[in-house]
Each structure stands twice: as structure tokens, then as C-alpha cells.
């Protein structure tokens, strides 16, 4: 291993490295906003399931609330974009 | 950039365009500048051609499109978030609604296939048009000092916390809003366009190597262009109706 290792141009290393960090990191921020999201649309589904009156009303404030919980999301990607060799 | 052994082109070939005419002036124009033309020839070809002809009472054909275009923004972003005051603000946001949905749905034209809204100029200058638009409106409603006051110190909180919420407020609302509706949209156009080239990619290698094994990926193409196509119209909705509550909020602020 450590032979290997030895005998790796660095530079080889750091952009390995820097492809696992990639992943590993949009990995790592698509998990809070998964469970926002399954939070939101639930919840967005069960009120609309109680009064589908005020369907409309809902739809409208479950698509924000998505929005803003995607971002965090979409910074992760942002990033996993950045970090590409 | 090698996945599954397949020749993945480097993500900057995806969506760096060389120039088609004009080379080298600052009027270059490569295929992003186009689809932008397309998006606005589109825009103003659908309700200057409604708006034109001699209105009929049962509108068909392009005026029905216009009419409810316009009635979709009225109902479901101005009516949902600003409210009946909001009405002058329907030529905005229908407009805005109109001209990002044509410039993301080139993503599934076929030939054309490139979302213009997955290069950050046009999203970010859209984002800060907005941000222009909404502090107007905070200090034209409320006055320059109110408009602060309201933003920076939300009613309801105890005086102490006063300490943290401000800095987080000032950030959010004045740095933060344009960017991240700039970053939501073009992160979303980039992301949808990659999964889309993906498949493509994957379909073509494996129909190559084995005509058989080229199916799942092309079903799953077929199915992800009709995502796409939802999501194109979702991120102009989003856009939009972000833009509205961001102008909501500054002309009614909370109590």
C-alpha cells in the first residue's frame, strides 16, 4: 500500500481525492434536503388530503417551501460542479 | 473524463459554445445568445400577435395561450402572494414566467437541446433585476427607514435576540435572495442537462457495443426528456413566483 503510494504522482492523487470529495460531498448534501422535502410534500399532501378546498393554497406554498429547502441541494451540486476535474 | 469506460466529454465542453457570428466584437453571438433571441422573438410573437389582431370572444389558437398564460400568473402567483394590488405587476412576472420557460425549453427541442438558463448570465440578471425591484418597492410602501426597520428587526422577536437575528436577516434578505434565485435556476438547468447528455451518452455507447443493452438507458432518456419538460416549466413557475412573494413581502410587511 504504502509502495503504491510511493510511487503516485501527486498530482494524480489530488484530483482522485478530489473526485471522492466531489461525490462524497453532493452525497452528503442531498440527504437533509431529501428529508425536507419527503417532510414538506407530506405534509403539503395530507392537509390538501383534509380540506381539498384549499388545494390550490397548498400546491402554491408546498412548491415554495420545496424551493427553498432545494437550494441547499443545489448549492451541493454547485459545488460537486466546481470540484470536477 | 471516463465513466463505465465510456468517453464522458469534460463538463466545460457541455456547455461552452463557440461563436456563430460576429467573432471577436462584443456582439459575438453562440448558440446561448440565439436561444435567448428565440426565448424573447418567442415572448413577444405570443402576445403581440394576441394582442394585435382584432380580439375574438372565444380566443383560439395563440390568443387562448396568451389569455391563459396571463390568467395562470394572475390566479396562481399575483392572487397567491401579493394579492389584488399586485395586478400591476402581472405584465412583469407574466413576461418573466413566458421568457424563462422558452429559453429552459430548448433543453428538449430536439437538434437544439441546450437550456440557455444553464449559463449563470441571464439568471443572475434576472435575479438582480429582481432585487432592484423589490427593495424599490420596500422603501417606496414603507420609506427608507421603515423598509430597514421592518426587515432587519422582525416583529415578535425578544430585544436580546435582536443580536443574532439582524446579521442573519441582512444576509439573507439583501445577499443572499438574488443568488440563491439565480443559483436555483441555473443549477437546476445544469443538472437536468447533464442527466439528459448522461443517458444519451450511454445509449449511443451501448447500441454500439450491444444493440440490446442500448434499451434501459433509452427509456430512461425518453422518460427523463418528459421530466425535464416538467421541470422547465416548474423553475420559470418557481422564478416567478419567488419574484412575487419577494415583492409581496417588501409592500406588506409583517405585523
Do not use: C
Not at chain 1, 460531498?25 to 380540506?51: D, E, F, K
Not at chain 2, 466545460?12 to 448558440?31: Q, R, V, Y
Not at chain 2, 425591484?133 to 432587519?152: D, E, R, T, V
Amino acid at each position: 500500500m504504502l509502495n503504491v503510494l510511493a510511487e503516485t504522482d501527486p498530482g494524480e492523487m489530488v484530483e482522485g481525492l478530489k473526485a471522492i470529495g466531489a461525490g462524497l460531498g453532493y452525497g452528503l448534501a442531498a440527504i437533509g434536503p431529501g428529508i425536507g422535502i419527503g417532510t414538506v410534500v407530506g405534509n403539503a399532501i395530507s392537509s390538501m388530503a383534509r380540506q381539498p378546498e384549499s388545494a390550490g393554497m397548498v400546491r402554491t406554498t408546498m412548491f415554495l417551501g420545496i424551493a427553498f429547502t432545494e437550494a441547499l441541494a443545489l448549492i451541493g451540486f454547485v459545488v460537486f460542479i466546481l470540484l470536477l476535474p | 473524463m471516463n465513466v463505465l469506460a465510456l468517453e464522458f466529454p469534460p463538463v466545460n465542453h457541455l456547455f461552452d459554445w463557440p461563436s456563430i457570428l460576429f467573432e471577436g466584437t462584443p456582439f459575438a453571438l453562440n448558440k446561448v445568445g440565439l436561444t435567448y433571441l428565440f426565448a424573447m422573438a418567442a415572448t413577444i410573437a405570443i402576445f403581440g400577435f394576441a394582442g394585435a389582431k382584432k380580439n375574438r370572444l372565444v380566443p383560439a389558437g395563440v390568443q387562448h395561450v396568451a389569455e391563459s398564460g396571463v390568467n395562470f400568473v394572475e390566479d396562481s402567483v399575483v392572487m397567491q402572494t401579493i394579492g389584488p394590488e399586485g395586478r400591476k405587476f402581472l405584465p412583469l412576472l407574466t413576461t418573466m414566467f413566458f421568457f424563462i420557460f422558452f429559453s429552459n425549453i430548448t433543453e428538449v427541442i430536439p437538434f437544439w437541446q441546450f437550456p440557455a438558463n444553464s449559463r449563470m448570465a441571464m439568471p443572475i440578471t434576472l435575479a438582480l433585476m429582481v432585487w432592484v425591484i423589490y427593495n424599490f418597492q420596500g422603501i417606496k410602501h414603507q420609506g427608507a427607514g421603515g423598509y430597514l426597520k421592518n426587515s432587519l428587526f422582525p416583529p415578535g422577536v425578544p430585544k436580546a435576540l435582536y443580536v443574532i437575528v439582524t446579521p442573519i436577516e441582512f444576509v439573507s434578505t439583501f445577499v443572499v435572495r438574488p443568488f440563491s434565485l439565480a443559483i436555483r435556476l441555473w443549477a437546476n438547468m445544469v443538472a437536468g442537462h447533464l442527466l439528459l447528455v448522461t443517458f444519451a451518452i450511454l445509449s449511443a455507447t451501448l447500441w454500439d457495443s450491444t444493440y440490446i443493452g442500448a434499451a434501459l438507458p433509452f427509456a430512461m432518456l425518453v422518460a427523463m426528456t418528459g421530466f425535464e419538460i416538467l421541470v422547465s416549466a416548474l423553475q420559470a413557475f418557481i422564478f416567478t413566483i419567488l419574484t412575487a412573494v419577494y415583492i409581496g413581502g417588501s409592500m406588506h410587511p409583517e405585523h
